[in-house]
């Protein structure tokens, strides 16, 4: 089993051990997910792009970010788990339409929306 | 190295060819999980909780929240990868507070909010 | 002046008497509107659809609804008066365009995407 | 009635001509409240700080970010009437709130946290 799938272990584990699962639907992991993702752009929002490039300089604000970030993967984790959703595939799947979707030699140095994949 | 260190090596690939390193930036990345973790919850605003439980059972709506969820995990892993953060033990730490937060006994069955670890 | 235009005065005001206007560019206005959607989500993500139908029953509860529903539209206003945006205009066209897409008879009782407006 | 209340009283037509109602609960309206402000977000993720605050002079960017705002109030002002809440009201609670919280001559110039009022 990979990294990935111990940590979902774990975290049915959490939920059995405490009778949450009654809260862990995917509606309600999908917003306890937007809710965390909100953290994590709040600890970005008044930095300057110099600033937030520096971010894990600061050992203050670079352990809130790891903490931010700590809670999204649980919930992104959790969720994928309850739905039955292999990350990593889901994941590569998406890396490899973009590849395609996005040749090399047409968009270098410039991002602007490809059409979508026949 | 692990599944998530092969995924950021394919996701800092990806940006190097095509030369698009300048647009992931800590602030740009953090921006763009927000908004594909917007597209997620919008797969499942309309939903009865019945609904979203079973949204797997669709295949179509199946295929986009897979596509979806390959979108958040592949800005989440490129954001960690620019910013340093090692992903899994953020989680993981996040999950030992959790679990030394929330005392069984007492949480069982019923979610509050745990005061901050001191 | 409508009551919309006074808001997104006062708080213009309130921006300039604490020289904080280098901090309210539209990016990272974007980004506080997202955050603080964020912490009005998270008020609502282990509710059922019945708690969450009955939360401002609760005093303590509807007092935190009330108050992320105040940041979201300080941050709201805020945003579109440094974008030159009339809100009330941009939400009646999007209205009106969604009165045309999306006919009565056609869509009664059952949401699902209509084709975009030529 | 204010201009907010004329826009609140057309979405509840809006959604009673279509017997949409039951899919316009405060949860389901929060997701899609989240999900379109990620739309938002996604408008500005790849954009400078520069390319961010010229937004509005390039005609079909500005279209799409006004389009985007549009959604967003016809969201946010749908939410705060099913639960009863008067969004200006929320709004300047909060604003007078950070009016006493920031005091001007101490942070003049610089955003920190202030301690939450007592």
Redo the contacts between chains.
Sequence with gaps: M???GE?AG??RE?AA????EH?H????L????????????????????EE??A??DDPEAARR???E??????Y??R??DV???D??E??????AD??RR?D?AR???T?RKAPPLE
């Design positions: 990979g990294e990935i940590l774990r975290l959490f051990v405490r009778e949450w809260y639907t995917p509606k309600n999908v917003m306890a997910l937007a809710g965390e993702v909100g953290e994590l752009v709040a600890e970005f929002q008044w930095l300057t792009a937030a490039a971010v894990m970010v790891r903490a970030i700590g809670d999204v993967v649980n992104l984790v969720l994928a739905l039955g959703i990350l990593l889901a994941a590569e799947a998406k890396l973009s590849e996005y090399p968009y270098r140095g991002y």
